[in-house]
Nanobody, 117 residues
């Protein structure tokens, strides 16, 4: 059984910054991809950023240059540094990890980010 616990998030004014964390625990031999998704009210969940076990990253066009994903593999943790936040970044953010041994991807509980204008 693997659990992902998220922290961070909250309310911030436009132009501000927030940092999200997601830590995995349980039966873990290693972690392949780590990703952040978000879901705004009435919209589908979308991929925000991803990082491979080798450190390669990818970002949604809407967050490039503002968000940075990073990982600490020793701590089984992924981070999302969000700068220059915009009201349209308001959403519930979820982390997702591909854990080894693989038993289906694991998801965090979600954390609300609200950016006020």
């Amino acid at each position: 059984q693997v659990q992902l616990v998220q922290s961070g998030g909250g309310l911030v004014q436009a132009g501000g910054s927030l940092r999200l964390s997601c830590a995995a625990s349980g039966r873990i031999f290693g972690i392949d991809d780590m990703k952040w998704y978000r879901q705004a009210p009435g919209q589908q969940r979308e991929l925000v950023a991803g990082i491979t076990s080798g450190g390669s990253t990818n970002y949604a066009d809407s967050v490039k240059g503002r968000f940075t994903i990073s990982r600490d593999s020793a701590k089984n943790t992924v981070y999302l540094q969000m700068n220059s936040l915009k009201p349209e970044d308001t959403a519930v953010y979820y982390c997702r990890m591909t854990v080894i041994p693989f038993n289906g991807d694991s998801w965090g509980q979600g954390t609300q980010v609200i950016v006020s204008s």
